[in-house]
Every structure is written in structure tokens, then in C-alpha cells.
């Protein structure tokens, strides 16, 4: 899909992860990772991709499914103020009923509210280890799994989300 050229040298451009160590104030370094697309020739072009997702769906005024490229979708919970990890678009789409976004929120605001499950250093539930009858059932023990004790240190909003269920 992306047939994007190098402006410099005119060769194709790959999608890569680049890390930059980055100095700061106190003198120590911080890493930073980020998708970009990167010079196949290695002439020196890069340009970070832009990673700002799409609102495509919701359900209710609290489940955001927004859209990255590489058809990934991520579920945004506004009510917890928790964002999922990525999965593909047409797994999530197939397992839930979304309605077409209706809202105006600003993403990147919205995004810099919200904790990555991602960012916690434990197994955490899969919504996907969750073989119920319909998909809203699934979604309902996967979030009701996050209530039990193990994961109050985890995330307690997102532990009080379910425990409110
Ligand atoms: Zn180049």
C-alpha cells in the first residue's frame, strides 16, 4: 500500500523502528523508539511515520476503536482511561458491535489521558482466552477478569471499572 520514494535518492522506503538516545537535562540518556520509514539504501533519509490513529468507531459514549496503519485497531475505554493493545482491525470489528463514530474528540488529547495496558509488566487478560457464546459476553468477562485482586495493583481504574460491573 505504501509505495512512498525516497526523496533523496529515489529508492523505496521501509518501514523500520528507529531508536534515538537522547540526552537530558541531569545528564543521563533516554531511548527513544518510534516507527519510520527509512531510506532502503541507507542514504541518510528518515521520517518518523505518523502514528496519530483515526477514530473509525465506538460503542456507547465509552469504547473508542481507533485505527493505526497496518489495519491495527486499538480499543480506547474512555471510561477508564485505558487504551488496549493493538490487534487487527478485522478482529475486533468481527467481535463486537460498533456504530459508526459519531464524536468529535481530539485524539492526541485524548491519547495523552490514557494508560497503555501495555505499559504494566504482568500477563494480563486476553480477551481473546474468553470462548463465550457472543462477543458482548467476551468482552464482559475479559473486563470482568481485571477485577480480581491480582490486578488492583496494576491498574486500579481499570480494576474499579470492573468491579463497578
Ligand atoms: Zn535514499
Known amino acids: 500500500m505504501n509505495t512512498s520514494l525516497c526523496p533523496r535518492c529515489g529508492s523505496e522506503l521501509l518501514e523500520d523502528a528507529w531508536e534515538s538516545l537522547r540526552e537530558t537535562e541531569d545528564g543521563g540518556f533516554i531511548m527513544d523508539a518510534y516507527p519510520a520509514y527509512v531510506c532502503k539504501k541507507k542514504c541518510g533519509?528518515?521520517?518518523?511515520?505518523?502514528?496519530?490513529?483515526?477514530?473509525?468507531?465506538?460503542?456507547?459514549d465509552d469504547r473508542l476503536l481507533l485505527l493505526y496503519p497496518d489495519d491495527q485497531g486499538r480499543i480506547l475505554d474512555i471510561h477508564s482511561s485505558v487504551i488496549f493493545p493493538p490487534m487487527h482491525l478485522e478482529s475486533l470489528l468481527g467481535r463486537g458491535y460498533w456504530e459508526d463514530y459519531q464524536g468529535n474528540h481530539d485524539v492526541e488529547q485524548l491519547l495523552d489521558t490514557v494508560s497503555d495496558s501495555r505499559?504494566?509488566?504482568l500477563e494480563t487478560p486476553n480477551l481473546f482466552q474468553f470462548e463465550t457464546s457472543t462477543p458482548e459476553e467476551a468482552f464482559l468477562s475479559w473486563l470482568l477478569s481485571w477485577s480480581s485482586q491480582l490486578y488492583r495493583s496494576v491498574d486500579r481504574r481499570l480494576y474499579e471499572a470492573a468491579a463497578d460491573l
Open 45 to 60: 533519509y528518515m521520517k518518523q511515520i505518523d502514528t496519530i490513529p483515526t477514530i473509525i468507531a465506538q460503542q456507547g
Open 119 to 121: 505499559a504494566y509488566d
